[in-house]
């Protein structure tokens, strides 16, 4: 059974650098089935996607954040990492990892395809001197 | 952008909940899932390709909707499907979540 895992910090100053890490376990990273993705949920507030990565090291990012974020893979370790600059009050927020299944063809008819289907816990991150 | 609407929904157990999720263009069905998520807890995704459900999800839930406008339809409320639904859909390599609704006791 595929588990995703949060870890990181849960205090950041403000100006520093929010790093968070996903580890999977029960399946591969390595898999091309998957993207591996970031959403987070400021209190009270809804759901917003950060950025997405595949093993191959592949991202894409939320426009609105992607001056300031960088996602990463590790294969070896079978874990993905977010970090993301210039933290303010409003980076404050619950922040999950989770899977993605990806389409391997054009008329690739897999269910769950691009939605998140496997989620971890979640970690709270205060951004607070 | 995805807009949902309304943002809150108040009902009473066994009632019909319809729940809107309108795009700002056309997106692929293929690629447009709901989730709940309950207080204190995870999402959930409930739906994917627009009108399929997740596994272990209730006949009761289903999707429908083409092109800009989807629809997520509860078709008699159980206590425990009091809880904030989100849409979502991935178009040109980025991923978006609705603001969710909230399906609440009346």
């Known amino acids: 059974q595929l588990q995703l895992q949060e870890s990181g910090p849960g205090l950041v100053r403000p100006s520093e650098t929010l790093s968070l890490t996903c580890t999977v376990s029960?399946?591969?990273?390595?898999?091309?089935?998957?993207?591996w993705g970031w959403i987070r949920q400021s209190p009270g507030k809804g759901l917003e996607w950060i950025g997405t990565i595949y093993y191959s090291g592949s991202t894409y990012y939320n426009p609105s954040l992607k001056s300031r974020l960088t996602m990463s893979v590790d294969t070896s370790k079978n874990h993905f990492s977010l970090r993301l600059s210039s933290v303010t009050a409003a980076d404050t927020a619950v922040y999950y990892c989770a899977r993605s299944p990806r389409p391997t063809t054009a008329s690739d008819s897999s269910p769950y395809l691009r939605a998140f289907d496997v989620w971890g816990q979640g970690t709270m991150v205060t951004v607070s001197s | 952008v995805l807009t949902q609407s309304p943002g809150t929904l108040s009902l009473s157990p066994g009632e019909r909940a319809t729940l809107s999720c309108r795009a700002s263009q056309s997106v692929s069905s293929r690629f447009l899932a709901w989730y709940q998520q309950k207080p204190g807890q995870v999402p959930r995704l409930l739906m994917y390709g627009a009108s399929s459900r997740a596994t272990g999800i209730p006949d009761r839930f289903s999707g429908s909707g083409s092109g800009t406008d989807f629809t997520l339809t509860i078709s008699r409320l159980e206590p425990e499907d009091f809880a904030v639904y989100y849409c979502?859909?991935?178009?040109?390599?980025?991923?978006?979540f609705g603001q969710g609704t909230k399906v609440e006791i009346k």
């Open positions: 029960g399946g591969s990273i390595s898999s091309n089935n998957y993207y």
């Open positions: 979502q859909q991935y178009d040109s390599s980025l991923w978006t």
